[in-house]
């Protein structure tokens, strides 16, 4: 009777773990994408005196199963006196195919030799991003739109994005 309880016991534990196993979608078999993106975002023109146009270097982290809900964060300097850190949380959609919509809500961090009411360490404003993006599965990231900027000056600034998922 203790023979037979125990592999009873046995066969449901095995069942168990084997059916949890096959249900278990892992994040790369669901979207086929990898946990990291990089990329450089430049922009298409200045409209601002604020926005000096030079390009980003940007890091991108997927924080859910389905890779809908990242974090991004970036760098872009001139070399001389300004360097902008971008970052922002981004949401995709339609996760199943290369083709997406990008809407996210971010901040631009200015820390410059210029003083702005004295001070030379600046919060340059908010952002909202509105991109297309093409991304394939471990590959090529390709964003385009815009970037509606809101801080010492409002205006769109359109922007194109190239790099890789991995």
């Not at 990291?36 to 926005?51: H, L």
């Not at 996210?104 to 961090?109: D, H, K, Q, R, T």
């Not at 993006?133 to 385009?144: E, M, P, S, T």
Request: charged residues 15%; glycine residues 8%.
């Amino acid at each position: 009777m203790k023979t037979k309880l125990l592999i009873s016991g046995l066969l449901c534990f095995i069942t168990t773990i084997s059916y949890s196993q096959d249900t278990d979608i892992s994040f790369n078999e669901y979207t086929g994408f990898k946990s990291n993106a990089v990329y450089v975002e430049g922009f298409i023109m200045n409209p601002s005196k604020y926005n000096y146009g030079y390009p980003s270097i940007n890091y991108e982290r997927y924080l859910d199963k389905l890779y809908r809900l990242s974090i991004r964060i970036g760098v872009s300097t001139d070399f001389d006196k300004t360097t902008n850190i971008p970052f922002s949380i981004n949401w995709l959609t339609a996760t199943l195919n290369n083709h997406h919509l990008e809407f996210g809500a971010g901040a631009i961090l200015s820390i410059n030799d210029y003083t702005y009411e004295n001070n030379s360490f600046v919060a340059y404003g908010i952002f909202l991003p509105v991109m297309y993006r093409y991304q394939k599965a471990g590959g090529l990231v390709v964003r385009a739109g815009f970037n509606a900027v809101f801080g010492l000056d409002n205006f769109l600034a359109p922007s194109v994005s190239l790099g890789y998922n991995f």
